[in-house]
Nanobody, 127 residues
Framework: QVQLVQSGGGSVRAGGSLRLSCAASGYVGSRYCMAWFRQAPGKEREGVAA???????KYADSVKGRFAISVDNAANRMSLQMNGLTPDDTAMYYC?????????????????????WGQGTQVTVSS
């Protein structure tokens, strides 16, 4: 049974940094894709960053150069380091995962691809 438990988030002033974590259980080996999504009030959920088991990553254009996704396979934990935060980054953030390898391609940032979801954590950036 796959489970994702999120931690981190909170409130910060514009220009600040936050780190999100997602503890995963039920995965074996490196055949997986994991990702972060976010949903702001009144908006659709959107992909932020994704990482495959072979460490290939993909970022939304809006966060490139500011956010960094990583996985600690020994700890079964995915993280999202968020730097240079702006009020536009304010949203509920969700981690997601699927026990599927993508054969060296960049992992997807589409909601439909992921089967397992974390509980969500709020990130609020004030100006």
């Amino acid at each position: 049974q796959v489970q994702l438990v999120q931690s981190g988030g909170g409130s910060v002033r514009a220009g600040g940094s936050l780190r999100l974590s997602c503890a995963a259980s039920g995965y074996v080996g490196s055949r997986y894709c994991m990702a972060w999504f976010r949903q702001a009030p009144g908006k659709e959920r959107e992909g932020v960053a994704a990482i495959a088991g072979d460490a290939i990553t993909k970022y939304a254009d809006s966060v490139k150069g500011r956010f960094a996704i990583s996985v600690d396979n020994a700890a079964n934990r995915m993280s999202l380091q968020m730097n240079g935060l702006t009020p536009d980054d304010t949203a509920m953030y969700y981690c997601a995962a699927r026990s599927t390898a993508v054969g060296g391609s960049r992992p997807p940032l589409q909601i439909y691809f992921y089967h397992n979801w974390g509980q969500g954590t709020q990130v609020t950036v004030s100006s």
